[in-house]
């Protein structure tokens, strides 16, 4: 691998950025991807980004459908912010670690945020647009808010728009959502970024109890991740 090529590779994965590294199998000559930009000695056609994009949504290292190149795929790990320590966020965050997302729960209120009620996750009690600005979200990162507390939520959802969070959801009822979309503009977001916030939370399976609506919010997130298309989401 060429020096350079090397170091785009090693700053890429230092800042959780996703990339692959193509090698043309006959020639060895290699290129490297890196959002969405290729540089190296490959030429690029609409087949070979389809293949490398399809590498990295599920980070599996591939050879193009015509065999010529290994496509090695370098993704960030998954990670998962949970915003609210409620019942929901103490089902959602073991069933999103058996999914491979490294957690972190935050909700400044101490009573709720601790170890006790979640062993072995990371817990923060920062407020939580500093909790959350101090994770850097990329877009590996899923962001899902629970607390029904606009001073809670609000803030958080901020920095999750102002990141490539690949995945951004607030619990609560469409009433609840148009209120919160109306904040949210206040705050400086246009339509095609509020777009991006799911909320109602969820796909729409009739969950009623914590764990069930902690199982449509993974299996939404999942979706999400793989390019799925939603079958809908958790009604009002």
């Known amino acids: 691998m060429k020096l350079a090529l090397l170091q785009a590779l090693q700053a890429a994965r230092a800042e959780h950025r996703a990339a692959a590294l193509m090698t043309d199998l006959m020639t060895g000559a290699q290129a490297l991807w890196v959002d969405g930009t290729a540089t190296g000695d490959?030429?690029?056609?609409?087949?070979?980004?389809?293949?490398?994009?399809?590498?990295?949504?599920h980070n599996r290292s591939r050879t193009t459908p015509d065999g010529r190149l290994f496509i090695h795929a370098f993704v960030p790990p998954?990670?998962?912010?949970?915003?609210?320590?409620?019942?929901?966020?103490?089902?959602?965050?073991?069933?999103?670690?058996?999914?491979g997302y490294d957690v972190t729960v935050i909700d400044p209120r101490r009573a709720f945020a601790s170890d006790e009620r979640f062993p072995g996750v990371k817990v923060s009690t920062e407020w939580p647009d500093d909790g959350l600005s101090a994770l850097k979200p990329d877009a590996r990162t899923a962001?899902?808010?629970?607390?029904?507390?606009?001073?809670?939520?609000?803030?958080?959802?901020d920095v999750a728009l102002r990141s490539p969070a690949f995945y951004i959801a607030a619990l609560g009822s469409r009433k609840t959502h148009a209120g919160r979309l109306e904040r949210l503009t206040a705050?400086?977001?246009?339509?095609?970024?509020?777009?991006?916030?799911?909320?109602?939370?969820?796909?729409?399976?009739?969950a009623v109890s914590p764990a069930e609506i902690a199982l449509a919010v993974m299996a939404q997130m999942t979706a999400v991740l793989h390019g799925a298309e939603p079958h809908g989401k958790v009604p009002a």
């Open 143 to 157: 962001v899902v808010t629970l607390t029904h507390d606009p001073k809670l939520d609000d803030p958080a959802l």
């Open 42 to 57: 490959i030429e690029i056609d609409d087949a070979i980004r389809a293949a490398v994009q399809e590498a990295i949504r």
């Open 187 to 206: 705050r400086g977001h246009g339509a095609e970024a509020l777009a991006r916030i799911h909320g109602p939370a969820g796909l729409a399976i009739g």
């Open 78 to 99: 998954l990670r998962l912010a949970i915003v609210g320590a409620v019942h929901i966020a103490q089902a959602l965050a073991p069933i999103a670690a058996i999914a």
